[in-house]
């Protein structure tokens, strides 16, 4: 176990890791710290043939957004838990299950003020739509150790852009919450969350 909050502290706030490590032991999960993805920042999976419970967070974020993330998957955990697949992914059953495991940081006052108060918000509004994600997604940002070179969100369609890994593509049109992309190394088509880190190409 305090292997375990050793490893989480490195990318939570340190008084989150006992908790996280708690849950993780509890729900008996397989909970993995995973390297950066440009279409998601966490991931979920119900349990099926045999296998547990599986998160999975991205290993960049900075700790108020590590911790958020981890906090919205384990709501899903939870409300597999409780409902399986009978309710939408992020309807009521699924925001009053990430409002209960998000008091014990609030009563920890982990989170600074602004970060805070956009979760208030977002947790205190039963038609939230998505723009609140980006909101908060937006106020997280704000705690990277480095600003990106640009987001996806403040290209323009048609752009080409490329990723770490050096990967090109074009931007295209947005597509409910995320932007339709095409790579230019193999045709095949991605979808971006709008926050996502991109270098523009000098030449295409």
Same mark, same amino acid.
């Given at each position: 176990?305090?292997?375990?909050?050793?490893? %989480?502290?490195?990318?939570?706030?340190?008084?989150?890791?006992?908790?996280?490590?708690?849950?993780?032991?509890?729900?008996?999960?397989?909970?993995?710290?995973?390297?950066?993805?440009?279409?998601?920042?966490? *991931?979920? &999976? +119900?349990?099926?043939?045999?296998? $547990? +419970?599986?998160?999975?967070?991205?290993?960049?974020?900075?700790?108020?957004?590590?911790?958020?993330?981890?906090?919205?998957?384990?709501? +899903?955990? /939870?409300?597999?838990? *409780?409902?399986?697949?009978?309710?939408?992914?992020?309807?009521?059953?699924?925001?009053?299950?990430?409002?209960?495991?998000?008091?014990?940081?609030? @009563?920890?006052?982990?989170?600074?003020?602004?970060?805070? +108060?956009?979760?208030? !918000?977002?947790?205190?509004?039963?038609?939230?739509?998505?723009?609140?994600? /980006?909101? /908060?997604?937006?106020? %997280?940002?704000?705690?990277?150790?480095?600003?990106?070179?640009?987001?996806? @969100?403040?290209?323009?369609? !048609?752009?080409?852009?490329?990723?770490?890994?050096?990967?090109?593509?074009?931007? $295209?049109? &947005?597509?409910?919450?995320?932007? &339709?992309? %095409?790579?230019?190394?193999?045709? !095949?088509?991605?979808?971006? !969350?709008?926050?996502?880190?991109? /270098? %523009?190409?000098? $030449?295409?």
């Amino acid at each position: 176990m305090v292997n375990k909050i050793e490893v %989480l502290a490195q990318y939570l706030p340190e008084q989150a890791a006992p908790i996280i490590a708690k849950w993780i032991d509890y729900f008996q999960c397989e909970f993995k710290i995973s390297k950066n993805r440009a279409t998601k920042l966490g *991931d979920y &999976r +119900h349990p099926f043939k045999g296998n $547990g +419970h599986k998160i999975s967070v991205n290993n960049d974020l900075n700790s108020y957004a590590f911790l958020v993330t981890t906090v919205h998957e384990f709501a +899903h955990l /939870l409300t597999w838990n *409780d409902h399986k697949n009978k309710v939408k992914p992020h309807g009521a059953e699924w925001k009053n299950n990430f409002k209960r495991m998000m008091k014990p940081f609030f @009563e920890l006052n982990i989170f600074p003020e602004d970060i805070h +108060h956009t979760i208030t !918000n977002y947790l205190n509004n039963p038609a939230a739509s998505s723009c609140t994600d /980006l909101t /908060l997604a937006r106020a %997280l940002k704000k705690y990277d150790a480095y600003l990106a070179t640009n987001r996806i @969100e403040e290209i323009p369609i !048609n752009a080409v852009f490329t990723l770490k890994d050096g990967r090109k593509f074009k931007k $295209g049109e &947005r597509i409910r919450k995320r932007y &339709r992309c %095409l790579c230019l190394d193999n045709g !095949n088509i991605y979808l971006f !969350n709008p926050l996502a880190e991109v /270098l %523009l190409a000098t $030449g295409t």
